[in-house]
């Protein structure tokens, strides 16, 4: 697994995905207000995150910034 940052942005559903490394099987856990972290089926650790609402969390602003509701650690 490599240790490289993987965005995808969905546009017409406005939804990011971070994810760290190779993209593996795994599932959404939701952590509520629209912010997922994603979990390998193997290891059963977070390997990603997603925000669904990104575009309109971050209308309007010069730098993009969004505060998660909670702190995870990702593992690669």
Do not use: C, W
């Given at each position: 697994?490599?240790?490289?940052l993987?965005?995808?942005?969905?546009?017409e559903?406005?939804?990011?995905?971070l994810?760290?490394?190779?993209y593996?099987?795994?599932h959404?856990?939701n952590?509520?207000e629209?912010?997922f972290?994603?979990?390998?089926?193997k290891t059963?650790?977070?390997?990603?995150?997603?925000i669904?609402?990104f575009?309109?969390?971050?209308?309007?602003l010069k730098?993009?910034?969004?505060?998660?509701?909670?702190?995870?650690?990702?593992?690669?």
């Amino acid at each position: 697994m490599s240790n490289e940052l993987n965005l995808y942005y969905d546009e017409e559903g406005d939804f990011l995905e971070l994810n760290i490394g190779d993209y593996t099987e795994g599932h959404f856990k939701n952590l509520g207000e629209g912010v997922f972290e994603r979990i390998d089926k193997k290891t059963n650790k977070v390997t990603g995150i997603a925000i669904h609402g990104f575009r309109k969390r971050t209308q309007g602003l010069k730098d993009v910034r969004v505060t998660l509701p909670v702190k995870i650690q990702l593992y690669s």
